[in-house]
């Protein structure tokens, strides 16, 4: 069975950093792609960030290219995100996810979730 565990949220102001962390078992981790999907207060979901199996591999929504990164070890099965100059449009529940692929960036696809991690960043 998959098990995803997000930590690392909480409040920050704005134009500063946190790092997420997401612990995985139940299968091969280096095997699967992963993705961050954050869901703001009474919003959609959206597909933030994803990576494929070996790391080599990612890709951002436009409102976080070059702030936030992606990242992966998979000796730890462990997947990171690292955002930089948070914005107040960040403030979202964080989610990690994956799938039975190698990489995907279609959101309907992640079939496996953590509990998610709340993130709130003050004006």
């Known amino acids: 069975q998959v098990h995803l565990e997000e930590s690392g949220g909480g409040l920050v102001q704005t134009g500063g950093s946190l790092r997420l962390s997401c612990t995985a078992s139940g299968r091969t981790f280096k095997d699967y792609g992963m993705a961050w999907v954050r869901q703001p207060q009474g919003k959609d979901r959206e597909l933030v960030a994803t990576?494929?199996?070996?790391?080599?591999?990612?890709r951002y929504v436009d409102s976080v290219r070059g702030r936030f990164t992606i990242s992966r070890d998979n000796a730890e099965n462990t997947l990171y995100l690292q955002m930089d100059n948070l914005l107040p449009e960040d403030t979202a529940d964080y989610y990690c996810a994956s799938g039975d692929f190698y990489y995907s960036g279609e959101l309907r696809q992640y079939r496996y979730w953590g509990q998610g991690t709340q993130v709130t960043v003050s004006s």
């Open positions: 990576i494929n199996g070996s790391g080599q591999n990612t």
